[in-house]
């Protein structure tokens, strides 16, 4: 298995990595505190229903309890979801998250992209939303639409009208969709992006679902292996996928979810876990999380300040020849170097820093990199050291 991703400080002598997007501000030291208690109570086996981790997003999110599925991370569930589902085909933006296509491969479907342009710093514009959405009606029942919000590795978002769109034009086709929201609790207006509330409320371009007899997970217990069909008469083929990872600043604790109304499809996907694949530390690290009070809101201002002063500092020291979407609210940056600078990870890792090439990214090459936003002291030594390379 060839590892394309940040984060690889075992193989690499690192001081500072800029290669994963990770809350500057680190885990919240309460959720800290809870994996040290968990790891004392590993003596017994997980909640294998993760009850009060469960109830806690509950409540955070406004979502019932049974639209909640949680994953060793939301990759884990990708992976488990193309397991189910076995689409034939499955559309995916380049660039973009590489585990959407290595999952749906995985599974014997034949992935497409749908690449958009760099002219438009990979944003989607009038023309590009009208070409996705034909590219939809040409997929079957059962296919699968992965879409990344905001997109990672550029930071452009979409906004919840265009979301709606191309989730009317999927239903119609009883085709899947799949929204990845990881990073978008770093937006201020959240809910201005998330289709989180059209889960829950059942409404989706004003059509209200709420006569809709739904399945609970602790119903039927049927497994559908070959290829996982909605009955027709339900319109839920939204899925949605966040984590704790980036957020909270917890990727060694591996924690993701999916939430959708679709429970047949919620249990599929369970039937496929162990009993017990949410370990401990996990479990009471994220229900802690998720009562810390302001840390999301110091997380938004710390990363809109240091996101700022990055993107000032390339700018006027000519670290970059362009750097992508520079007034996103994503903890990530895209930027583009000339070819005679395209070794600049290699060199930077000389200097003990780390940044993530992009050059595994379906659309880019080996002259686009990512940084994330870190703390402002590890942000100026980025810089000091960067522009005198």
């Known amino acids: 298995m060839n590892y394309n991703h940040g984060g690889d400080i ?46 806690s997003l509950s409540k955070y999110l406004d979502v019932s309890e049974k639209n909640l599925l949680f994953g060793n991370g939301a990759a884990d569930i990708i992976y488990r979801l193309m397991q189910v589902l076995k689409p034939k085909k499955v559309l995916v933006p380049a660039p973009s998250f590489s585990e959407y296509r ?30 996705l959405c034909k590219r939809i009606e040409g997929l079957s029942e059962g296919d699968v639409v992965f879409i990344c919000n905001p997109n990672n590795p550029d930071g452009a978002v979409i906004n919840k009208d265009f979301l709606r769109r191309i989730y009317d034009d999927c239903e119609k086709k ?43 997970a602790d119903g039927d217990r049927e497994f559908v292996p070959h290829g996982m069909k909605t009955d027709s008469s339900m319109e839920n083929h939204l899925i949605i996928l966040r984590a704790f990872t980036k957020i909270f600043g917890m990727p060694g604790l591996r924690l993701g979810y999916m939430v959708t109304e679709n429970h047949k499809l919620l249990q599929a996907v369970r039937e496929t876990m162990t009993p017990w694949d949410i370990n401990v530390p996990a479990q009471m690290a994220g229900a802690a999380a998720l009562k810390e009070e302001g840390f999301i809101e110091e997380t938004r201002r710390t990363v809109a300040r240091e996101r700022k002063y990055l993107v000032s500092e390339m700018q006027k020291n000519r670290l970059a020849e362009k750097i992508y979407n520079p007034d996103s609210e994503a903890n990530f940056i895209l930027f583009r170097v000339s070819e005679a600078n395209s070794d600049l990870k290699e060199r930077l890792l000389q200097r003990g820093i780390l940044i993530r090439s992009c050059r595994d990214y379906i659309g880019l090459d080996e002259s686009y990199f990512r940084i994330c936003v870190r703390t402002h002291e590890e942000n100026l030594k980025l810089i000091n050291e960067w522009k005198y390379l």
Request: charged share 30%; glycine share 8%.
């Open 174 to 216: 009883k085709v899947w969709l799949v929204v990845d929201e990881c990073f978008l609790p770093f937006f201020t207006n959240e809910k201005q992006y998330s289709m989180i509330g059209a889960v829950e409320t059942g409404k989706v371009s004003g059509r209200d679902k709420s006569h809709m007899v739904m399945m609970t």
């Open 102 to 131: 290595k999952a749906a491969a995985l599974y014997g479907a034949d992935v497409e992209e749908f690449f958009l342009r760099e002219e438009d710093s990979f944003s989607f514009t009038h023309e590009t939303k009208g070409a």
């Open 10 to 55: 075992y193989g690499n002598k690192v001081e500072l990595d800029f290669s994963v997007n990770i809350n500057p501000l680190g885990m919240p030291e309460s959720a800290k505190e809870a994996a040290k208690r968990g790891v004392n109570l590993s003596i017994g086996y997980p909640d294998w229903d993760q009850r009060e981790l469960r109830s």
